[in-house]
C-alpha cells in the first residue's frame, strides 16, 4: 500500500497568497521529506523533517509534522508564479529506512 | 558535477522487446533507487539498492530486474517490455540511505 497521501490533488491560487498541501501516511516513519516537480522533469529536493521535529522552515516553505496523526503539511508562503509545479511527499518506514515511498501529489497552479 | 545521468532519454519499443536504462552518478551515493511515473501520477518504486551488492524489490517490481554494477552504477532492465510499462523512469540516489535524494531527468519509454 502506498505510503504517502496528498490532499488536495490540485491547487490553484492567485499569486501572493499562501498555498497550503497536507501529506498522510500509514507507518511509522523515520522523516519525511518534501519534493517539487516541474513539468515532468526530475523531482527537486524542499525539506526534510525527521521524526522527532514538529515544524521546519525554510525560506518561504513551512512544513509540520504531526506523528499522532501520521500527517505532515508544506504551507508555501507568499506565492509565485514560478512555484507553480507539481508537489510530493516521501516518507521511508521505521522498520525499512532505505524504501523511500512517494505519494500521488499535488498540482499547484499559480495565477499572476 | 553531472550528478546522476540516465540514458537513454527517449524510448520507443515493440512488445516483447528487451532494453536496459542506465544510471549513474558521480556523488559518491551509498543509495540508488528506480521509480517509474506514470501520467498525472506520484512516483512508485521499482527497485531500490541501499549499498553497493544489495538490491530489493519496491512497490512494483514486476516485469523488471536490476542491477548494482558498482558504487556508480544502477541498471533497470525490461526483459519482455508490456505496454502497460509505458512510463517515465527515474533514477535518484542518495547518501544517508533516505535522505534527500538527487533525481536524474528520466526516461521516457514508450511500449508499442
Known amino acids: 500500500s502506498q505510503q504517502g497521501e496528498e490532499d488536495p490533488q490540485a491547487l490553484s491560487i492567485q499569486e501572493g497568497e499562501n498555498a497550503t498541501m497536507n501529506c498522510s501516511y500509514k507507518?511509522?516513519?523515520?522523516?519525511l521529506q518534501w519534493y517539487r516537480q516541474n513539468s515532468g522533469r526530475g523531482l527537486v529536493h524542499l525539506i526534510l523533517i525527521r521524526s522527532n521535529e514538529r515544524e521546519k522552515h525554510s525560506g518561504r516553505l513551512r512544513v509540520t509534522l504531526d506523528t499522532s496523526k501520521k500527517s505532515s503539511s508544506l504551507l508555501i508562503t507568499a506565492s509565485r508564479a514560478a512555484d507553480t509545479a507539481s508537489y510530493f511527499c516521501a516518507t521511508d518506514w521505521q522498520t525499512s529506512y532505505d524504501k523511500v515511498i512517494f505519494g500521488p501529489g499535488t498540482s499547484l497552479s499559480v495565477i499572476p | 558535477n553531472a550528478g546522476v545521468t540516465q540514458t537513454p532519454k527517449f524510448q520507443v519499443l515493440k512488445t516483447g522487446q528487451s532494453m536496459t536504462l542506465q544510471c549513474a552518478q558521480d556523488m559518491n551515493h551509498n543509495s540508488m533507487y528506480w521509480y517509474r511515473q506514470d501520467p498525472g501520477m506520484g512516483l512508485r518504486l521499482i527497485y531500490y539498492?541501499?549499498?553497493?551488492?544489495?538490491?530489493d524489490k519496491g512497490e512494483v517490481p514486476n516485469g523488471y530486474n536490476v542491477s548494482r554494477l558498482n558504487k556508480r552504477e544502477f541498471s533497470l532492465r525490461l526483459e519482455s517490455a508490456a505496454p502497460s510499462q509505458t512510463s517515465v523512469y527515474f533514477c535518484?540516489?542518495?547518501?544517508?540511505?533516505?535522505?534527500?535524494?538527487?533525481f536524474g531527468s528520466g526516461t521516457q519509454l514508450s511500449v508499442l
Open positions: 507507518t511509522s516513519i523515520n522523516n
Open positions: 535518484a540516489s542518495s547518501r544517508p540511505t533516505n535522505e534527500k535524494l538527487f
Open positions: 539498492s541501499a549499498s553497493e551488492g544489495t538490491t
